[in-house]
């Protein structure tokens, strides 16, 4: 599997990256397999990128962009007819994981990829109870900085590859 595209998290007047799918587990508990969403990449294959933030201590889900399977725009409100603006994120309960800062190995796979800093939250129905904060290594000064997809493939209208 390719490195993934993540979700974006507003944590502490910063915005970093996800990697992590919380959604998935909403479309699990509403009786899907799978996301509602057409993969678009090799890179993107849950179709969508989400966008969270923790206020208050709760994890809010404040965005959704992707084209769901039918060909409709997908949305925050159309996903959650009536929240157009945010939705709190009850139905999680795990640890997220955010890295941060400068990349030490790049693994084309998922979301494997080690950086300086992992933060980890703990959340449990939406609140979160717990932070820990791993020191993972030093990256030399040339290294890039912040979490990126190295390659992928883009997706056609009939789910080809485009080479």
């Not at 409709?72 to 994981?97: E, K, N, Q, T």
């Amino acid at each position: 599997m390719t490195a993934q595209i993540p979700d974006s998290i507003l944590y502490e007047n910063e915005s970093l990256s996800l990697c992590d799918e919380p959604l998935s587990v909403w479309f699990e508990l509403n009786d899907m397999e799978e996301s509602p969403f057409k993969a678009t990449s090799s890179a993107n294959w849950r179709g969508y990128v989400a966008t969270w933030e923790i206020i208050n201590r709760r994890l809010y889900l404040v965005e959704v962009e992707g084209t769901f399977k039918d060909g409709r725009h997908g949305s925050l409100a159309a996903l959650f007819p009536g929240f157009p603006d945010r939705v709190f994120a009850h139905w999680y309960s795990g640890r997220l994981r955010i890295p941060r800062d400068k990349l030490l190995n790049y693994v084309h796979m998922g979301y494997a990829s080690e950086y300086e800093q992992d933060i980890f939250l703990d959340i449990d129905c939406g609140v979160l109870t717990h932070v820990d904060i791993k020191e993972n290594g030093k990256a030399p000064p040339d290294a890039d900085d912040g979490y990126q997809v190295m390659a992928a493939t883009m997706f056609g209208e009939i789910g080809r590859a485009h080479v």
